[in-house]
């Protein structure tokens, strides 16, 4: 591991629970690798814009119509994810899906003809696979027996990172945010616990 890509999505910015989360993974990983590079993509204020029509019509067309404006950014951004050796995306829950910042995200890097390709199978992701770690942080619960609302946030990004490639993926999650300080506590142990089983394995980068 050289490269650590570190994508963080909530308007929160530092004072998030999903940057607190995903940064201590960062700090993780560092421990395995102190030589490792972090690149930082602070997303969560809106600096990525919706991609603007000529992407639109790339990506609906058999060629891409213009190298300016968001394909030039998708540019940047998909030779930041492909550069990076591991992936650690710390994202909210925003009803009950990732944030519209992700999503923006997403749309520059989930790119016709550059990170997938059209078969007749159907599309078939371009970049070669690496561990995406994934820190989520929610007010309610959305796993286990206690959850009392649907996820679409886990089963989504599962399956849109599978289509560019990225299939060994990871998450971690600090639910029940609007519990209260206590609960909020138990709720981190908990998460610092299965983080450390995790990384006790000789693998687990
Ligand atoms: C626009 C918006 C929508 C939200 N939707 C949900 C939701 O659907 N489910 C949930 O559990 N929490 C929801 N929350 C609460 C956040 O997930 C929660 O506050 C989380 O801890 C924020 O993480 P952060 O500190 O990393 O930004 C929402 C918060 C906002 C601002």
Known sequence: ???ILHVSCSPRGEAAESYRLSSRIVAL???REPSADVTHRNIGDGSIPHVDMSYAMSQASLHDVSQEGSMA???ILVDELESADVVVIGTPMHNLTVPSTLKAWLDHVVRARRTFTMTSAGKVGTLHDRPVYIAV????R???ER???PDFLTPYLTTILAMIGL???RFFSVEGTGAGTEAVAATRDATETALQVH???PDAI
């Open 29 to 31: 990983l560092r421990e």
């Open 147 to 149: 959850a009392r609302q």
């Open 142 to 144: 959305f796993s286990g």
């Open 137 to 140: 942080a929610s007010g309610g």
């Open 73 to 75: 950014l998708s540019d």
């Open 199 to 201: 990384f006790s394995m």
């Open 167 to 169: 299939h060994d993926l």
């Open 1 to 3: 591991m050289k490269k």
